[in-house]
């Protein structure tokens, strides 16, 4: 979890930390604002060692659990370059996935650029 998502959302940390952490798993996080921030345990490890730690099976498993648990309501996905960072995620598999799980059911992703 990025420390700019830490900083927009205060309490986001402690409902990922209470959450689950099997792989594929979601925890989520209810703002002040009525947004909720969704996390996808969907790597297994980090590092600056070139290794790949993104779990692309348990990311796709993840997105699934969101459509299906706001099944009926209009929602947006907004969120980073998941899994690209210190996790060694490929983002043109990545992309796919989101493609694949939210754009083909007409559900709108804004991907950010984070610093």
């Known amino acids: 979890m990025s420390g700019a998502i830490i900083r927009a959302f205060p309490g986001v940390k402690d409902a990922y ?35 790949c730690y993104v779990r692309y099976v348990a990311l796709s498993k993840g997105m699934k659990e969101l459509v299906e648990r706001f099944s009926g309501k209009a929602i947006e996905i907004h969120c980073p370059r998941l899994g690209c960072g210190l996790a060694g995620g490929d983002w043109t598999e990545i992309s796919a996935l989101l493609e694949e799980n939210f754009l083909v059911k007409g559900i709108p992703v804004t991907v950010y650029d984070l610093e």
Do not use: H, P, W
């Not at 952490?21 to 947004?35: D, K, P, Q, V, Y």
């Open 17 to 51: 930390l209470s959450g689950s952490s099997e792989l594929g798993s979601i925890t989520m996080f209810t703002a002040n604002s009525g947004r909720v921030v969704c996390n996808i345990i969907g790597q297994d490890g980090y590092g600056r060692d070139g290794k």
